[in-house]
């Protein structure tokens, strides 16, 4: 295995092997793109927080009640490195695993999953229904309501932002600036 691996084609292909689910789909695509706009940021690896960010949710689908736990073994199986199971297991921290994020990825995709969700509800009710003129400060407006996108755990973003010692709404501002790369994927362009 060179250091190339696994590339984001392999990623891509193994999702659509077990995610047919088009919202799921658009899931993995928007928490990849964040996490490629992350690792630009804190100048890390672009590739492989992508790919990690794109397989995260492998599982869900087929597996919802052993969400994570069967993540580790398809990518086992499939001969991924640990540093990558161990990131993509990490995210369901207090939830559905026990494996706490402790790297700036494992942090950053922790963080940011919900968020995702949020931010696409957020969009979805603007006139525009888009995500490029959608500002930090209006996704905070809907955060208080908690019946508004109520499936999103503001819990899990309150401990992620803490973890990368970053303000709410920095954080919420990075991943809207991080899915614009990938609106129009996510129709939401």
Not at 152 to 158: F, N, T
Request: hydrophobic fraction near 40%; glycine fraction near 8%; proline fraction near 3%.
């Amino acid at each position: 295995m060179g250091e190339e691996w696994p590339t984001r084609e392999q990623a891509f292909e193994l999702l659509k092997r077990y995610t047919s689910n088009e919202g799921l789909i658009k899931h993995a695509i928007a928490v990849e793109a964040v996490m490629r706009h992350f690792a630009r940021k804190f100048g890390e690896d672009e590739e492989k927080w992508g790919v990690i960010g794109l397989v995260h949710d492998l599982d869900y689908e087929k597996f919802p009640d052993q969400h994570c736990q069967k993540s580790r073994e398809i990518l086992e199986a499939e001969g991924w490195p640990e540093e990558y199971i161990r990131a993509v297991v990490s995210h369901g921290w207090g939830l559905c695993s026990d494996i706490k994020p402790e790297t700036t990825l494992e942090k950053v995709l922790y963080a940011v999953d919900e968020l995702t969700g949020l931010i696409v509800a957020s969009a979805l009710v603007r006139p525009s229904k888009s995500i490029m003129d959608l500002k930090a400060k209006s996704v905070k407006k809907k955060w208080k309501d908690k019946r508004f996108a109520a499936g999103v755990d503001r819990g899990v973003i309150e401990k992620g932002a803490e973890m990368l010692e970053m303000d709410l709404g920095e954080l919420i501002n990075e991943t809207i600036t991080g899915m614009r790369q990938v609106a129009p994927e996510l129709g939401l362009g």
